[in-house]
């Protein structure tokens, strides 16, 4: 019990000191604020991202492999896979009919045109050449109207469905079902609009949602299929089936492609394990010069906190003196001054705190969904306490083995 009113009436000693100096202690803050909004907007960064991230993943499928001419990831130099011949829809169809295990087998090609809606003109678009069976290895869905349908693939119709931020951009709020718009010089009718997916953003993924989808044969004929690299995706019946189906898909390729027991893949299977991985290096990067910045910010903090704490000790000296002389133990002088010096550190942390939520609103209205979480408001507190603690414990520790004596003679 007597700890407890020890401790409350330091706390109410430390509040009164530094009611009394305000501009000393907003000063001495400063370090700790800017710690605390760099810890918090770091955290807050790369919690967007990873959700922007999982977002992305979920769409490509994580039961799904990619046969490309290119890895994701370069282990080694372009020059290494730059003379591969590129996938063709001919050898998707021929993976399909040997592959029965597979869900789907969807081949995709990509390419960057105009597109033009009335005086409306978007440039340099992804346009992906795709066929009807993009719905059964991709989770995302039509929001408005539906997606391709064989006859429409088969039959090379000039249809399209857009991405969600297309129908923003291009067409506002008019409804874009069964509007005509220009790709390059070909126009396209609208027949769907794709749900809100999101992309792999900041790590410099693709934005699913800037995305216009057309049969893929109608794209060879429009734009030219000679020398386009094509991308065939496979999905497999399940997560535990992913592993066997590689393997097959490898056999398979290699006999469409006719390759000898000693030649190299000249094609490479792509999973969610590659990205996730390069994620997570890329992640870790950035915490760790957040946090170095975060460190460094602290460590000037606590810093010009010790030496305030130092000044304030000197300071009210007499004080220590008179308080001791009249019965206060070591152990009170020194709570008082480290919950002085906490209090500081917890002022700091709290306006960091605010700061952090007007630049995590700002993150969130102009790059990607993010928001401050209880764990990330936590973590601030309790720094800010510890810095405020570690800062002011050997200035409280001299405070409090203060010759009474001495201290009354103190001028």
């Not at 719905?135 to 249809?159: D, H």
């Not at 874009?176 to 769907?192: A, D, E, H, L, M």
């Amino acid at each position: 019990m007597r700890i407890v009113q020890q401790m409350i009436e330091s706390v109410r000693r430390a509040g009164a000191a530094i009611v009394a100096n305000k501009l000393r202690g907003g000063l001495t803050t400063l370090g700790i604020v800017i710690g605390v909004v760099a810890v918090d907007t770091t955290m807050t960064a790369v919690n967007g991202l990873a959700n922007n991230f999982a977002r992305s993943v979920a769409v490509l499928g994580s039961d799904v492999l990619y046969v490309s001419r290119m890895p994701w990831v370069f282990q080694g130099t372009f020059f290494t896979f730059r003379n591969r011949p590129p996938l063709t829809v001919d050898e998707a169809e021929e993976l399909e009919r040997r592959v029965e295990s597979a869900v789907a087998v969807n081949p995709t090609a990509h390419t960057f045109k105009d597109i033009k809606f009335r005086s409306t003109v978007l440039e340099n678009m992804d346009i992906v050449g795709t066929t009807d069976r993009h719905m059964l290895v991709s989770s995302a869905v039509p929001e408005l109207g539906r997606f391709l349908t064989a006859p429409e693939v088969r039959y090379r119709k000039f249809v399209c469905v857009i991405g969600s931020d297309i129908r923003d951009r291009l067409f506002e709020d008019i409804d874009p079902i069964n509007k005509t718009i220009k790709i390059g010089r070909f126009s396209y009718r609208v027949i769907g609009v794709m749900e809100k997916q999101g992309g792999a953003g900041m790590i410099g993924g693709p934005n699913f949602d800037a995305m216009i989808y057309i049969p893929i044969h109608t794209m060879i004929k429009a734009y030219g299929g000679e020398r386009r690299d094509f991308d065939i995706a496979v999905r497999a019946r399940s997560q535990q089936a992913l592993e066997d189906l590689r393997y097959q898909v490898i056999g398979e390729m290699r006999k469409i492609r006719r390759l000898s027991p000693a030649e190299e893949d000249n094609f490479t299977i792509n999973q969610m394990d590659t990205l996730v991985g390069m994620f997570n290096n890329v992640m870790g990067v950035v915490l760790l010069i957040g946090m170095l910045i975060t460190g460094i910010a602290l460590f000037v903090g606590g810093v010009g906190v010790m030496n305030i704490m130092f000044v304030s000790v000197t300071e009210r000296t007499r004080e220590i003196g008179i308080r001791k002389a009249l019965g206060a133990q070591r152990s009170t002088i020194l709570v008082q001054y480290l919950c002085e010096s906490a209090a500081i550190c917890l002022f700091g942390g709290l306006l960091g705190l605010l700061i952090a939520l007007g630049v995590t609103e700002l993150i969130d209205r102009l790059l990607l969904p993010a928001s401050i979480s209880p764990p990330i408001v936590a973590i601030a507190i309790v720094v800010s306490i510890g810095v405020g603690v570690v800062a002011g414990l050997i200035p409280a520790v001299r405070a409090a083995r203060l010759n009474p004596i001495e201290a009354l003679r103190y001028e």
